[in-house]
């Protein structure tokens, strides 16, 4: 059973930090490209960082500079580094392939929340 895991969330101040885990089982993470989303309330799901097998990384433009995505492979792990947070940060993580035909089905996802 392939399952996705995401930890690391809660509530921090403007300006502060925390690093995102998420522990991927199955083949939802070997050889793909694995993604951070976020989804705040009354959003869409959108996807914020990406992460190839071999290391290659891209952000979306919101939290470029500010955010920073590796990846374990030796643990089925990738890692979400955020810094410089926003209120407008403020969602749930989660994580998965980043090609849609290899998603896995959601996990329960990570609460950011940044206080002002």
């Known amino acids: 059973q392939v399952q996705l895991v995401e930890s690391g969330g809660g509530l921090v101040q403007a300006g502060g930090s925390l690093r995102l885990s998420c522990v991927a089982s199955?083949?939802?993470?070997?050889?793909?490209?694995m993604g951070w989303f976020r989804q705040a309330p009354g959003k869409q799901r959108e996807l914020v960082a990406w992460?190839?097998?071999?290391?290659?990384?891209d952000y979306a433009r919101s939290v470029k500079g500010r955010f920073s995505i590796s990846r374990d492979n030796t643990k089925n792990t990738v890692y979400l580094q955020m810094n410089s947070l926003k209120v407008e940060d403020t969602a749930v993580y989660y994580c998965?392939?980043?090609?849609?035909?290899?998603?896995?089905?959601w996990g329960q996802g990570t609460q950011i929340t940044v206080s002002s």
């Open positions: 998965n392939a980043l090609e849609l035909r290899r998603r896995a089905s």
């Open positions: 199955g083949s939802v993470f070997t050889g793909n490209a």
């Open positions: 992460i190839t097998s071999s290391g290659n990384t």
